[in-house]
Structure formats: C-alpha cells, structure tokens
C-alpha cells in the first residue's frame, strides 16, 4: 500500500514538472542581461568613472523638465522608449526645490513622481539620476535640512540598487554663493547623510555660477570616495573657456559629470546652436565624459526635445522631435564596436552623415524593393537581424519580410536592394570597427554600404561604392532586443 502512494505521488509530481513551461537558462540569462546587470555597481577613480569590474564607462541619457511642469512625460513607457530607440543608458528625475509646486511646496507630488522615475530604471536596468535641483534659492544651504531628509529616505529605499545616482545640488547660483564659502560646506552635511546608508554609491555635486566654477572644486575638492562634480552648459552661451576648466579640473584628479547641457543658449532657448553643440559632443567624446540632455518635455522651446503635442509615452517619429531632439537622439549610445555584434539580434542602422535610418521604400516586403535612408520611425522597415554566416561574414535581413540586404551589382553605385536570402556573397557582409561606428563591406566586391552622394533627405538612395571613409558610409548601430 505504501509502495503505491509512493508510485502515486511521484507520477503526480512528474505530471506537475512536464506541465511547466520552463526556460532556458540561456534564455534566462539574457533576459536579465541590462546595461545595469552589465556593468553593475559604478565607482569613481581619479578623473574616470568606473563599472564593477573597474573599467571604463559612459553614461548618456535625458533628464526631464520639472516634475511639476512636465512630468507625465516621466513614466515607464517612455523612458522604455528612450532606451530602447535612443539608447539611452541613464535617465535624470529633476526635483525642482522651489518654486511653485516645487518640492519644498508640494513635497509629496515631487517624491512620488522621483520614485516611479527610478523604479522605471530599476525595471528597465539602466542608471538614473535623483536631481536635488537648486535653481531658485541659489544657496543649497537654505533647504539643506530639507536636502539631508529627503535623501535620508532616497537612500533608505535605494541603497540595494546599483541603478541609483544622486545629484546633491544642480545648479548653485549668486556671486555670495561660492565652493569654499556654500557649496562644500553643504556637500560635507548631505554626504554623510548618504553614506551611512549607500556606502557606494556616485554622488554629484553642483559648483558655483549655475556649475560652471568646477576649477573651483577641483582646488579644493571632498575627501568622500565615489565623488564627481558637475559642469553644465549651452552651446549658444559656453564655449572654450567652460571646456578649459573641465581640462583643469580634470587634470586635478577629480571626476566630471554633465549632468545637463543644451543646444540652446543658456535661457534654455535661442538657437539651436548645432555646429556649436557638435563641438561639445567631440570633446566630451574625447574626454569620455558622460552627460544628460536637457530636457524630455513638449515645451515650446529650443532645447525641450519634443514638438508641442507630442506623447507623453514614447513612440515619437522623428516628425514629433524639436531640431535638438533630433540631433541629441543620433548622439546616443549605439552598439559600440568594442561589444560586438550579437548574432541574430535585431538593430537598426541610422547613417552617420545624415542621422537617418536604412530602410526600405514604403515598408515593401517584395524581391527587388529598394533601399533607401529614412527618418527613423521604428516601424518594420528599418529593423534588420543581423546574423554570423562564418568566415567574419554576416547576413543583414529585414524583419518583417524575412528578405536579405542584397546589392544588383559589383560596381561602384551598383543599387542596394532586398532579395531572398540564397547565400551568394551579394548578401553577406563585413561589419568593420571604424572608431566609434561601423562600416558594411559588401564580400563579393569588396565596396562599402553607401548613401548616394551623402545625402541626407529622406528616400536618399543606397548604394554601394569605393570604399572612401567619408561619413556617407559609417553607420551607428541601435540593438532594439
């Protein structure tokens, strides 16, 4: 009898283990793999900020408005939207301090909406920044109180989440409010706040004159670990002067974050300024240093980075960005050539001389279809699984029609088009480094994936030619799962 409930009992549970849907731990693993799960808790040493594994890393995001202006535009669908078509890896909540329906007015409003903002991180594993964003007051001294509370709480709820960032006092203001006399003084009260909490985590801290006075600091700098100090800038207001602080400052030893810049002047409107903000981005890339836009909102103004109108939930075209939206988004994280191309995954290709996307002509699925550069608008024609056919080769195929990348000819301007995928070298290519970029090498003639006459309008034709280094063929490469 006994013998028998045993027998019972284990075809019960065996029944039970075939009926669940198991996954794989392969399937598993890369579900959880985040930039966060990645890179994992960041340090500082020196001028650099560091990943778990003590390497170098980058960080580029977008901060919001004020969360009492613009902050249905603070959710998780959007910040989804952001990572996944913008690429960003860090997000910025500002918690304006005062002002009307600041947080010193209207506390709850602001802390609830800080939360959604950094458990939407947490949920999508990437960084975020909590803004104690000192604006009107000038002196972060008039509501430390109020600043050692709240982070008091922040850190409390965070200090298990490697996600978090914490930005002490965005922008110091006033010519009485100086680093030695304001500032550090403040600094070193909120700190240890912190830090009897979330031992390790990156703290920010504004310097003097709306953070431009970072020689300042780096004169006299914290003595707390995991310390960097912010710089801000406009393109129409700063320029080379603001650059040769962060050189000195950097030069000091201690680490620079830019935790807010914009196209536009330092009103926030006037311009844009994109020759001059394309300046910054070289520098910054120059230097590694990581930066936050200013800002996600539909406002109607030169640095908000959507058209009034837009949703407030992500799934904008390019049609919906301001001109700096525009120009911010395609200098985002693509997939960097030092990670690789992961097999069988799905990119988009946006072209580094026209920020346009690879795309076929009106999403057709036939033989023969042409490929064009287009707006990036996420839709199926301009999603391509890239896949390793052996020998350093890879198969480009778009994803809604199962049809490869495919060139008519060997010539040079011989027309890119979209064919069945039959394995002839007219449909395998080399994806190469080319610094921050990739080029496509066509294996049967040796040309590169090519926008006619680096043109930037929308239906520009691609080709391929002679393989010339020109920004007409680099492409940046946005990995959507």
């Known amino acids: 009898m006994l013998k028998r409930m045993v027998s019972l009992l284990c075809a019960f549970l065996v029944a039970v283990l075939l009926s669940v849907n198991f996954v794989p731990a392969s399937e598993a693993k890369a579900e959880a793999s985040t930039f966060v799960t990645q890179n994992g808790q960041l340090s500082v040493s020196g001028s650099q900020l560091l990943n778990q594994a003590g390497q170098a890393v980058r960080l580029k995001g977008m901060s919001s408005h004020g969360l009492q202006w613009f902050g249905q535009f603070v959710n998780k669908d959007s910040i989804k939207w952001l990572r996944d078509n913008w690429g960003i890896n860090v997000f910025r909540a500002a918690l304006y301090t005062g002002g009307q329906d600041g947080y010193i007015q209207n506390p709850s409003l602001q802390k609830n909406k800080v939360k959604e903002a950094v458990q939407a991180a947490i949920d999508l594993g990437i960084y975020v920044i909590i803004d104690w964003h000192v604006l009107e007051e000038r002196d972060p001294n008039v509501y430390k109180q109020e600043a050692k509370e709240f982070f008091r709480e922040m850190a409390s709820l965070y200090h298990n989440y490697p996600n978090v960032i914490y930005e002490i006092c965005n922008e110091p203001n006033g010519s009485n409010v100086t680093w030695n006399g304001s500032i550090k003084p403040y ?57 040769d602080r962060i050189d000195y400052a950097r030069s000091k030893g201690v680490a620079v974050f830019i935790t807010e810049w914009g196209t536009s002047d330092a009103s926030g409107d006037g311009g844009p300024f994109l020759p001059e903000s394309q300046q910054w981005i070289d520098f910054l890339d120059s230097r590694n240093l990581s930066w936050v836009n200013w ?10 980075a959507l058209l009034p109108g837009a949703s407030p939930y992500g799934g904008w075209s390019d049609a919906q960005l301001s001109a700096s939206g525009k120009f911010v988004k395609s200098k985002m994280n693509p997939t960097s050539p030092g990670d690789g191309i992961i097999s069988g995954k799905t990119y988009k290709l946006i072209n580094v001389g026209s920020g346009k996307a690879l795309d076929v002509a009106a999403g057709s699925t036939e033989d023969g279809a042409n490929v064009q550069i287009w707006e990036d608008n996420g839709t199926g024609a301009q999603r391509w699984v890239i896949t390793d056919v052996g020998g350093g080769l890879y198969k480009v195929i778009k994803e809604n029609s199962n049809k490869a990348l495919d060139v008519a000819g060997s010539w040079s301007g011989a027309n890119v088009q979209i064919w069945n995928y039959g ?53 940046n490469l946005y990995k959507l799962n």
């Not at 004169?219 to 310390?227: A, G």
């Not at 800038?233 to 320029?239: C, D, K, L, M, R």
């Not at 994936?449 to 002679?466: F, P, S």
């Open 423 to 475: 394995g002839g070298a007219n449909q395998k290519w080399r994806i190469v480094d080319v610094g921050g970029a990739y080029k496509l090498i066509d294996s049967n003639s040796g040309r590169a994936l090519d926008v006619n006459a680096g043109g930037t309008a929308n239906g520009t034709n691609v080709q391929i030619w002679d393989d010339n280094g020109s920004n007409a063929q680099k492409w």
């Open 295 to 304: 800002s996600l909102c539909d406002k109607a103004e030169v640095s908000a």
């Open 187 to 243: 600094a070193e009260e909120v700190i240890p706040v912190i830090r009897s909490l979330d031992p390790d985590s990156t703290i920010i801290v504004g310097t003097g004159t709306w953070s431009q006075d970072v020689h300042d600091a780096a004169n006299n700098p914290l003595s707390y670990n995991n310390v960097m100090y912010t710089v801000h800038f406009y393109a129409g207001t700063h320029g080379q002067w603001l650059r």
